[in-house]
Nanobody, 116 residues
Framework: QVQLVESGGGLVQAGGSLRLSCVAS????????MAWYRQAPGKQRELVAS???????NYADSVKGRFTISRDNAKNSIYLQMNSLKSEDTAVYYC??????????WGQGTQVTVSS
């Protein structure tokens, strides 16, 4: 069974922080690079950060130095610590393997809204 469940979003003021969590089914999580994606209104989904099974990470230029991705292999979970949030970070955030395509299974996402 495929499962991706994101949580932790909310409304925060600019400069604030949020921590997102994602629980994935083992068949997605195991052996895969996992990632956080986001989709802002009227825009395409974009890659935010990714983490390999061994822990190597990669970030979009727009979030480098502000966001930190981590994973807990024992819990089939990944996390995204978001600091110094900006209004342009407002989006629905999704987790999935990397690469992931629009025809893949996607969870419901979690809404992050940053007020300026």
């Amino acid at each position: 069974q495929v499962q991706l469940v994101e949580s932790g979003g909310g409304l925060v003021q600019a400069g604030g922080s949020l921590r997102l969590s994602c629980v994935a089914s083992r068949n997605i999580f195991r052996l895969n690079t996992m990632a956080w994606y986001r989709q802002a209104p009227g825009k395409q989904r974009e890659l935010v950060a990714s983490i390999m099974t061994g822990g190597s990470t990669n970030y979009a230029d727009s979030v480098k130095g502000r966001f930190t991705i981590s994973r807990d292999n024992a819990k089939n979970s990944i996390y995204l610590q978001m600091n110094s949030l900006k209004s342009e970070d407002t989006a629905v955030y999704y987790c999935n393997k990397r690469p992931a395509f629009e025809y893949d299974y996607w969870g419901q996402g979690t809404q992050v809204t940053v007020s300026s």
